[in-house]
């Protein structure tokens, strides 16, 4: 086992490697300043831009990224209050204070640290668990990995956020999103509509970039203004280090809680930080100063969040059930290679699970330290206003979407699934167990086939099945106890769970929903037996769980939308028609032109900027892009009129 991390640690040796690795942290640090966007929009910006590059090259760009975002996001939360990603919520109700006192530096200092010792625990723990559960793996057989997928589902669905219902139906579509194209056990064509281009089904970079890049790009546009007002950092760097130092109980406390959250699928970073926070103050005698500008609610929750990460590539990488959305993209990453995590992985690239270990632990060095010394330079990106950011960014989006089968298509499906994740955000959907349902749809369909093939209906009774299972019933029924008999089910969520739109386009949206799954079941009834028993198996509960949610949220008291949310919707349903006329450029002109026009149009028309700093900007982006596409080896796309 030693002999693989050595050969592993060897290729960061290599140039091309450790550019990569530096690639993938500056990446992971801009967008973790950025609000909302966080690890999951990170690397599925960085998804398409694999395709050229070898498994373990594309494993170091994509982990690099990852394992720096939720060190950067802590500059967000602490100047403006404002988490740049869900998981750094819990660090504002301390470290926004003490930003408010002139301790800014103290508050980043010692948030940095603590990310970069939380992380380099997560990997200490992920290296040990390999010598630990590498005998278990390998006594698996498809039955046991069948029931890991669907642990994994039910805990992506039901413990993800304030609506365990939304999350179950959430994954279920993502399950039958998963099923479009060519059935892998079965001669037949599922969903297609008589589309070619959905026969190979639709490519994971075009869901996760719609669901979470473009969604997330419409609603910080259509918020507008500029991140964030101008504070300064102050002083107080070194007492940070100090304060770590003094509070390394904490420190360890918090990293152990993030590993635990991340070894369990569907908890995530988020519910990690505000456990880890929820221990500090407990254990704490004086709990009256957190909320108020403790520094030890700035440290557990910042050494936790980091260590979640390390301890997500545990059920993803030796049980292929991947622990949240950010592993969800890794392991069909690893898919795209042809690469089955578990215990296939184990036996035969033990040397790649050791390559993802080096670079988070790397990675998670390196940007902390860029974090620490570059933070008044990245602090000034949170003065900047976003819609001079989005060009840039929605080129990239598009760009790295058509690499994906290099087909007008991808760009279509994105473009679709950006305006569903948009509807999905804004009526309290949550969006990770869709995109964990969609990458999760070939290994748990290949185990549940293989199991009946081999076992008939006998793989039931199976010890292992039978634990599983009892696990399944148990966590249903605490469901069931603690979250269906309060409001926040029935459309009354609050925070990334609350219904911004009101209740008529909630309840409208669900119907929809019952009525895409019971169309889905009917054409399924049409496809052979092994080709159908898939998508009925998602598409059953689903109806089922939105019959009930349509009750619930009928019931629920109505709540009217606040008052700007009438104008933000229409400006996003504007900026969605703007990428669409960017497409219409696109298959015009092709890539180059369609891209220059739509970046000066929308720095001059939308943004109001100058024409000449919008034409520097503009040739800047183009000149970025056709460099970055020579060096990738990757294919612009060719206009109708032009090509």
Known sequence: MWDAALIALERFADPVHLGMLMAGVLAGTVIGILPGLGGIACVAILLPFIYTLDVHTAMILLVGSLAVVHTSDTITSVLIGTPGSAAAAATILDGHPLAKQGQAGRALSAAFLSSLIGGLIGAVFLTLSLPIARPLVLLFGSPELLMLCVLGLSFAGFLTGGAPLKGGLAACLGLLLGSVGAAPADAVDRYTFGQLYLVDGIPLAGVALGIFG?????????????????????????????????????????????????????????????????????????????????????????????????????????????????????????????????????????????????????????????????????????????????????????????????????????????????????????????????????????????????????????????????????????????RLGGNNIAGEESGEDAVLLGKLPSVLFTILVLAVSAAALYEAQEFPYLGAIFPMAATI?????????????????????????????????????????????????????????????????????????AAIYTGVLVGVTLVMSWLLNMYWPEGILLG
């Open 214 to 482: 473009i969604a997330e790009i419409v609603g910080l546009l259509a918020k507008g203004g500029q991140i964030a007002e101008r504070i300064p950092l102050g002083g107080g760097w070194l007492q940070g280090v100090k304060d770590v130092i003094e509070n390394w109980g904490i420190v360890v406390r918090g990293a152990l809680i993030g590993v635990w959250a991340g070894i369990l699928p569907g908890i995530g970073a988020t519910a990690g930080s505000w456990m880890a926070y929820g221990h500090v103050v407990a254990m704490a005698r004086d709990r009256e100063k957190f909320g108020k500008g403790d520094i030890r609610g700035v440290i557990g929750p910042e050494s936790a969040n980091n260590s979640v990460e390390a301890g997500d590539f545990i059920p993803t990488l030796l049980f292929s059930v991947p622990g949240g959305a950010p592993s969800a993209i890794l392991l069909g990453a690893l898919y795209f290679y042809g690469i089955q995590p578990g215990p296939r992985m184990v036996q035969e690239n033990l040397d790649l699970i050791f390559t993802i270990i080096w670079s988070f632990a790397i990675a998670n060095t390196v940007g902390a330290a860029l974090c620490l010394f570059l933070s008044p330079a990245l602090a000034r990106l949170t003065w900047f206003p976003f819609a001079k950011l989005a060009p840039a960014i929605v080129v990239t989006i598009f760009f790295g979407a058509f690499q994906s089968s290099q087909q007008f298509g991808d760009i279509y499906a994105m473009l679709g699934l950006g305006l569903l994740g948009w509807l999905m955000k804004q009526l309290g959907w949550p969006r990770a167990p869709f995109l964990v349902g969609f990458v999760l749809t070939k290994p748990t369909e290949q185990y549940l086939w293989l199991s009946i093939e081999r076992y008939g209906f006998d793989w039931l009774w199976r010890p292992g099945v039978i634990v599983m299972g009892i696990l399944l019933l148990a966590s249903i029924v605490w469901i069931v106890r603690h």
């Open 541 to 613: 509960p689903a109806i089922f769980m939105a019959a009930a949610q349509i009750v619930l949220e009928v019931r629920a008291t109505a709540q009217a939308p606040a008052a700007e949310t009438g104008k933000k919707t229409k400006l996003a349903l504007g900026y969605l028609v703007s990428f669409v006329v960017y497409l219409l450029l696109i298959l015009l002109f092709g890539f180059g032109i369609a891209t220059a026009l739509f970046t000066f149009g929308f720095l001059y028309w939308l943004v109001r900027t100058g024409w000449f700093t």
